[in-house]
């Protein structure tokens, strides 16, 4: 069992199997990464030098998508031939462009599961439990590395997924990458106020709705930007339609239509807990947007 | 002291008081209420007959929005004249339009606590501490009656703030209202999503991140309605300011104005910390939008 990288989700990987008895062999960049992880004990064996990886049969390339997009010649040189290959990214047909058709079995996949950590220091055991773990299989895809793959997540606790890719991608640019657009403007917005007391006074006032909202888009400015350009086109469909909603909202308090805009907030009241993740699901709407008349 | 209305706000505020000493008389709408609200002690007098707030020389309207401007007369004639009268309204300038020059000397004021609960079972004690209270004095308001209503902020250990009624409802616009359909506009264009397959798997992937900026928008439809509409004017404004934000940054990714975009984001990572309460000012970005990558 082989990783490449043991940032949040190589070492988190790491630490869940070699607790399940499994040999884990990881490959990482500075050697400095490579004693840390070696102290924390996120793998069995832990290098700088390629050839750790040779005697694996299965290695997941736990790396940032533009490391994925663009890996170094070496890697590509050093990863065991046949080799049962599985990736990370949050994109994935970018992912299977780059990777297809090598001299390995490649399983495009992507375990959504995170905290705000990065690093060796990073990794958490339990990461991936109940946690989706999407792969996208083509036509040529080999069925025994998908079924390799997929074992390897529900040993790790993870709800296993197969879709298309261009599927996953249009799904995450709704879920996941338009929504840090959206949260980037508010905090714009709220910025752009141009008396400065006002200004001022927003700034003190905000509360845990503003929080909230705003939170990713106040995330990791490289990450996002990457996003958007990795799945350009589904980011920017997703981002269209919801400036269509922006403008229709706008159109009915402008126009006053306050019944209709009761009408779609309730609709939007019903359609929350759907995309709740199943442990929040049951969770109440929270604490209120500025006071406790929301 | 007097408070009508014994829900989230008023009820807080009466266990508050009563722990610190003062005889709190409150009146409600319904017997079943004055009952309960007898029963978790939330005032020494409960009582649905006005005449229960004729000693009360500060006289708290813990209503909501709606009923603030649109008060029952029976209210209004039971009122002590020449009380100090303050309300707790989430909009100043449509509630002093109502309520300045009666009988009564009126203080606009905006205490920004709360909780996701409401009605009888809601008040908490301490509800208030470390929270914004906010009035809005106009040339002719007494200023007696403005320092009792501070007095009664501090004493429940709100921070005690005052500003020009239409500056707070264009900072509440901001970083309250406006939001509100910010996030709402989020769940309409997820679930506008065409392709079902693809509509379905949004939900399975959705996860912290999106709860997080959907949280505002799936909240109660009637509040998030009337927000807008007694602070139509701002939140137009604001709303205005939003789209115009959105379009800039759709503009960046269909031009693939990748540096532009970066330096966006990372404005608004330094941006947000100013707009956290205090409390969470210190708090990291969170967890991830969807995966371990932000």
Redesign the interface.
């Known amino acids: 069992m082989g990783i490449v990288g043991l940032?949040?989700?190589g070492g988190?990987l790491g630490l869940d199997l070699r607790q399940r008895g499994l040999e884990v062999r990881a490959l990482v960049h500075r050697p400095s990464t490579a004693e840390r992880a070696r102290e924390r004990g996120l793998a069995d064996q832990v290098d700088t030098d390629p050839a750790v990886l040779q005697p694996c049969g299965l290695v997941v390339l736990a790396l940032?998508?533009d490391q994925l997009l663009h890996p170094p010649a070496a890697l590509e040189a050093a990863l065991p031939a046949e080799a049962v290959l599985t990736d990370?990214g949050?994109v994935k047909a970018p992912v299977l462009e780059r990777w297809r058709g090598g001299r390995w079995r490649f399983v495009a996949s992507?375990?959504?599961?995170?905290?705000?950590q990065?690093g060796v220091e990073?990794g958490v055991a339990g990461?991936f439990a109940e946690r989706?773990w999407?792969a996208t299989p083509e036509a040529d895809t080999d069925p025994g590395a998908l079924e390799q793959v997929r074992q390897l997540a529900e040993l790790v606790g993870a709800r296993w997924?197969c879709?298309d890719a261009s599927?996953?991608d249009?799904?995450?640019a709704?879920?996941?990458?338009?929504?840090?657009?959206?949260?980037?403007?508010?905090?714009?917005?709220?910025?752009?106020?141009n008396?400065g007391?006002?200004a001022q006074?927003?700034?003190?006032?905000?509360?845990?709705?503003?929080?909230?909202?705003?939170?990713?888009?106040?995330?990791?400015?490289?990450?996002?930007?990457l996003?958007?350009?990795s799945n350009?086109d589904a980011?920017?469909a997703?981002?269209?339609?919801?400036?269509r909603?922006?403008?229709a909202?706008?159109q009915l308090?402008?126009q006053?239509r306050?019944g209709e805009?009761?009408?779609?907030?309730?609709?939007?009241?019903q359609?929350?807990?759907?995309?709740?993740?199943p442990a929040?699901a049951t969770?109440?709407?929270?604490?209120?947007?500025?006071?406790?008349?929301?």
């Open positions: 940032g949040l989700i988190s940032p998508l990370v949050s992507h375990p959504m599961a995170g905290t705000a990065a990073a990461l989706p999407v997924l879709c599927q996953h249009r799904a995450v709704l879920i996941s990458h338009m929504p840090v657009l959206v949260s980037a403007a508010l905090l714009e917005a709220a910025d752009g106020e008396d007391a006002t006074l927003a700034r003190q006032l905000a509360s845990s709705g503003f929080a909230d909202t705003s939170r990713i888009g106040g995330g990791n400015p490289a990450l996002g930007t996003m958007a350009r350009r980011v920017l997703a981002l269209g339609r919801y400036r909603q922006i403008e909202l706008e308090v402008q006053q306050w805009l009761e009408q779609r907030l309730s609709r939007c009241q359609l929350r807990p759907e995309f709740l993740p929040a969770e109440p709407p929270g604490p209120p947007a500025a006071d406790g008349k929301r």
